[in-house]
């Protein structure tokens, strides 16, 4: 379908005052043993469109745990990179949790989660807290600089105390980030150079002001053509 010019323009425009998105870990059709370890949430963005790619598709061991009690994963890697030519802010907005699953948010409560950045921690508590106004995990980077990238380090373990089933319990878990276009994206211009709206401005006058000269000297031209043609014919009317 396309769309009409103006229809078109606002959408445009839109797109280049922010832009927005969301992006999820999709399961795949067929979840295996999760032996994912590492998992790359890209950032693709222009003026006017973006995405975020997950990469690989199949979700991390993270986002479909499933530990049974005692059990502690290997370390895992959650990479966040902005792959566009232009500063974004990005954001996690939430993981997706089992609420109203009284079984799946039993086990969640039994999952130790540990979130680190470095050295710095950055979330140790249940997996059932993660989304916690006051003590849950907080993502958020708002200026990412091109090629800027962030890796976290994911640590995830099953507490002896959990008496149930992980493979009835386990969902998968969604972790659903946000990114913008940053509108104030202006380059800084060398100490002393005009704006550029000066710039263009003393071009518009300049282009103005060569057309009236210009007007006004083919006004003068076609003037003195005709003076001249009348005083030609006032002479010859004389002659005769």
Known sequence: MRLKPVAALALSVLLMLGLCMTAAAEPSEELSVQDTLTKTYALHISPVQGFIDASPRT????????LKAGED????????RNDSEHTTSL?????TLPYGNAAALEYLDHLMLTI??????LYHNTYAHINDPEGGFS???????????????????CLYSYRGDPAAASTVLNWNFEAKLLRSET????EGQWPEWVTV???AGGIALGVMVLTVLIFVL???????????KATGSEKE
């Open 59 to 66: 979700p991390a061991y993270w986002e479909y745990p499933q």
């Open 73 to 80: 994963y290997t370390e895992g890697s959650l990479i966040i």
């Open 91 to 95: 954001q996690l907005t939430s993981v």
């Open 116 to 121: 680190r950045e470095g050295d710095k921690v």
């Open 139 to 157: 993502l958020s980077l708002p200026e990412m600089a091109p090629g800027e990238e962030h890796i976290y380090t994911i640590d995830l373990r």
């Open 187 to 190: 380059a800084k211009r060398p």
């Open 201 to 203: 401005a003393l071009i």
């Open 222 to 232: 076609v003037w003195v053509i005709s003076f001249r043609k009348k005083k030609e």
